[in-house]
C-alpha cells in the first residue's frame, strides 16, 4: 500500500465511522485486510483499495468492520458494574416506579458480553423490577460481532474472563464441547431482554428511541476529538434528562461544551448538564406529532 492510498483509507474510515487511525498504523492495517480482502471476494488487498477508493459502501464497510478492535469480557471493569448496581437501578426504580419500564442501551457492544452483564445486574436486582418491561438494546457497527452476540454463545475463554462462577451456573446451560472446551449458552430469559440492531454512532440516534440508561464504554476511544464530541452531542439526545451515561474507565467528558457532566465520585458514571448549550440542530423541546 503506498502512502497516498493509505491516507486515503484513513479518511475514508474517519468519515465512516470515526476511527481515528494513526499513521503508524499501516502495517497492522494491511496484515488485517490482506486475508480479508481475498475472503471478501476482493482478489487480493490491491482490489479492495480500489473499491474502497472508489467509494463502494461494501467495500468501506468492510474495512471499517475489519478494523474495529472488538475487546470486551464479562463485567469488564467491576466499578462501572458497581455503579449501575448502588447507584443506577436503585435510583431509577423509584423513580420509573409508575411507568414500570427501563430502556438501557449497551452501545458498541461487541460480541455480548457487556449486555449480558447488564442484564444479569437488573435480574439479579429482583424484586424492585418484578413484572417491569426491560429492554436492552446492544447496538455495533460490526455485523459479524452483533450476530455473536445474538447467538449468545460463549466459550469457556469468555466465562471464565470477569464472570464469577455462580452467575455462570446461575445464567447459563451448557451446551456441547469443542476441542477446545465447553460451550456456553445464556439463559433464555436474559436474552430475550436483549434485542440487537446494527448502528453506526456517527448516525442520527432518533430511530432507536429514548433510554434511561446508556453504556458507551471503550468506544470513543478509538475516536478522535471532533468524532467524540458529535458522538457524545447524538447520546445526550437519546437519554432522557435524568438518566445515566456510563464511559469506559480511560474515557472521561472534559470540555465545558460537553452534554454531560461527571458524577462527583464514582468514575465514568455521567448525568446530563442541562446547563450545557444544545447540540447542532436539537431543539429545547419535543416535537408531539
Ligand atoms: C473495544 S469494543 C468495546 C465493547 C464493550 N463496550 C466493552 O467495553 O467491553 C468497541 C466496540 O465498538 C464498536 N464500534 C466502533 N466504532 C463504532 C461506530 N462508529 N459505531 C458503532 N460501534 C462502533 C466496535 O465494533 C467494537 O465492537
Redesign the pocket.
Known amino acids: 500500500m503506498t502512502p497516498s492510498e493509505f491516507d486515503d483509507l484513513r479518511c475514508l474510515l474517519r468519515q465512516h ?3 481515528d487511525l494513526s499513521r503508524d498504523k499501516q502495517a497492522l492495517v494491511e496484515s488485517r485486510l490482506t486475508p480479508f480482502a481475498r475472503r471478501g471476494g476482493f482478489g487480493d488487498l490491491a482490489g479492495l483499495l480500489r473499491q474502497v477508493r472508489a467509494g463502494e459502501p461494501r467495500a468501506i464497510a468492510d474495512v471499517a468492520e475489519a478494523m ?6 464479562f463485567f ?1 471493569d467491576r466499578a462501572a458494574f458497581a455503579h449501575l448496581r448502588e447507584v443506577i437501578l436503585p435510583a431509577l426504580s423509584r423513580s420509573r416506579a409508575s411507568r414500570r419500564r427501563l430502556r438501557i442501551w ?1 452501545a ?3 460480541t455480548g ?2 449486555p449480558y452483564s447488564i442484564a444479569m445486574c437488573v435480574k439479579d436486582f429482583g424484586a424492585p423490577f418484578d413484572g417491569w418491561q426491560i429492554e436492552i438494546v446492544a ?4 455485523r459479524a ?1 452483533l450476530q455473536r452476540s445474538e447467538d449468545g454463545l460463549f466459550s469457556q475463554f469468555d466465562v471464565q474472563r470477569g464472570l464469577p462462577i455462580h452467575m455462570l451456573l446461575d445464567h447459563f446451560m451448557p451446551v456441547g464441547e469443542t476441542p477446545v472446551g465447553q460451550v456456553w449458552r445464556i439463559n433464555p430469559e436474559l436474552r430475550a431482554m436483549v434485542t440487537h440492531r446494527p ?4 448516525h442520527d440516534c432518533a430511530p432507536l428511541g429514548m433510554f434511561d440508561v446508556i453504556f458507551c ?3 470513543l476511544i ?1 475516536f478522535d476529538d471532533a468524532t467524540r464530541t458529535k458522538v457524545l452531542a447524538g447520546l445526550s439526545q437519546a437519554l432522557h434528562t435524568d438518566g445515566y451515561l456510563m464511559l ?1 474507565g480511560a474515557e472521561t467528558v472534559r470540555r465545558l461544551t460537553d452534554p454531560f457532566k461527571p458524577h462527583p465520585d464514582r468514575r465514568g458514571l455521567y448525568r446530563r448538564d442541562l446547563r450545557a448549550p444544545l447540540a447542532p440542530g436539537a431543539m429545547p423541546f419535543k416535537v408531539v406529532a
Not at 68 to 73: F, L
Request: include cysteine.
Open positions: 465511522s470515526g476511527l474495529t478492535t472488538n475487546e470486551t469480557s469488564r449497551s458498541g457492544c461487541s458480553q457487556e447496538t455495533d457497527l460490526s460481532v448502528f453506526n454512532l456517527l464504554r471503550n468506544v478509538a469506559g
